[in-house]
């Protein structure tokens, strides 16, 4: 039999064990699943916010699509329930039955909720992925929302973030005194120790704050986020990301109204959870290589610059007292914290060997261009 034959067989029959499992399954749900659950989700997010928002609805509409239409969830934007920063709270008080926003706004209810967004100076977003799925980390992030009545999801990756947009440029440690920056998370806490003032600003208020010097600096995402912000047009000093190397989006879900849900439509909100955390991941590296493209060709004025070595030092020094002294105060903080380390410490050096190693090879001298 010819290769072309062969791949067309292969072909015919996973098509075919499709279409066997996807009736299967309509015969066994269809039935036994009568009734239509409607739900509501609360975003962080403005309405039609990219990536974010617009990822909401997108786990939205594939459990409506899967379920055929017996699991409906309805998005409500920041926009529209007017508390960005209240989605975890609505959520546990069953307001909402679910929200979608990031782990690590709610550090100030439990500082362990931190350690599930992303770690300066940590983890990739591959890394951290395989923490969650084969190191422990999904384990040991159900045990800390469960104390509060909450199932928490991933739901996407922004990968490596840009360490923000500055409006005067950062040549040492002096420049940070008393600085003004909306910088979330740990890197916040960081960023405190070495005297910046940390303000924490929604989505909707970004730019407002910036341009009326409310913020002297702010980091958001990464330049497809940011030029839609229009943050270009203010700061022309834009640095290399330190802070958020993988921050981890997160679908949140009422416990009680969870365990409400027949098995299937359980399974169905982790399934799809997965599905839009790839998509998420993949839509924002493609869309960030393509505006940063145009951030070079377009904004001549904005200077790409990487933190001095002072300052790079001061930060990861200031990162492991942070940790630490977070880690100190109670055990199952520590334990999560132990967790990542160990994953991180055997990662790294396949990381390096592996893809560190690669990079340099195709780029000296790149065949593709």
Not at 134 to 152: D, F, K, N, T
Not at 286 to 291: C, F, G, I, L
Request: some cysteine; overall charge neutral.
């Amino acid at each position: 039999m010819k290769r072309r034959e062969v791949l067309s067989l292969l072909g015919m029959t996973a098509l075919g064990a499709v279409a066997c499992q996807q009736q299967q399954s309509e015969q066994s749900t269809g039935p036994a699943i009568r009734t239509t659950y409607r739900w509501r989700m609360a975003t962080s997010w403005p309405s039609g916010f990219p990536i974010f928002e617009t990822g909401a609805r997108r786990f939205a509409q594939y459990i409506a699509t899967l379920s055929h239409g017996k699991f409906i969830i309805e998005v409500d934007s920041a926009s529209k329930h007017k508390a960005a920063f209240g989605v975890f709270d609505m959520v546990r008080d069953g307001q909402y039955e679910m929200g979608h926003s990031a782990s690590y706004y709610w550090k100030g209810k439990d500082p362990i909720f931190s350690f599930f967004t992303t770690l300066p100076f940590g983890m990739t977003a591959i890394e951290q992925t395989a923490w969650f799925l084969y190191g422990g980390g999904e384990e040991l992030m159900q045990q800390a929302y469960s104390r509060y009545g909450l199932v928490s999801l991933n739901a996407g990756n922004t990968g490596v973030q840009m360490g923000g947009w500055f409006r005067k440029e950062i040549r040492g440690l002096q420049d940070l005194q008393g600085l003004k920056m909306r910088i979330p998370g740990l890197a916040g806490e960081v960023m405190a120790r070495l005297g910046v003032q940390v303000i924490n600003l929604p989505a909707g208020e970004l730019y407002q704050a910036l341009e009326r010097n409310v913020i002297d600096a702010l980091e958001w995402v990464g330049p497809h986020l940011d030029l839609s912000m229009g943050f270009q047009q203010i700061a022309s000093y834009y640095y290399t990301g330190w802070h958020e190397p993988a921050a981890e989006l997160q679908i949140l879900i009422n416990k009680a109204a969870y365990d409400r849900l027949p098995k299937e439509f359980q399974q169905l909100l982790h399934v799809a959870a997965r599905a839009t955390a790839l998509e998420t991941w993949s839509e924002f590296t493609a869309k960030n290589a393509e505006s940063f493209a145009q951030l070079q060709q377009q904004f001549p004025n904005v200077q790409i610059r990487r933190f001095p070595e002072e300052v790079l030092i001061a930060l990861k020094k200031a990162t492991v007292e942070v940790l630490d002294d977070i880690a100190a105060t109670r055990q199952d903080i520590k334990t999560v914290w132990d967790s990542y380390r160990r994953f991180y410490q055997q990662m790294a050096p396949w990381t390096e060997i592996s893809i560190e190693s690669y990079l340099q090879l195709r780029k000296n001298p790149s065949i593709y261009q």
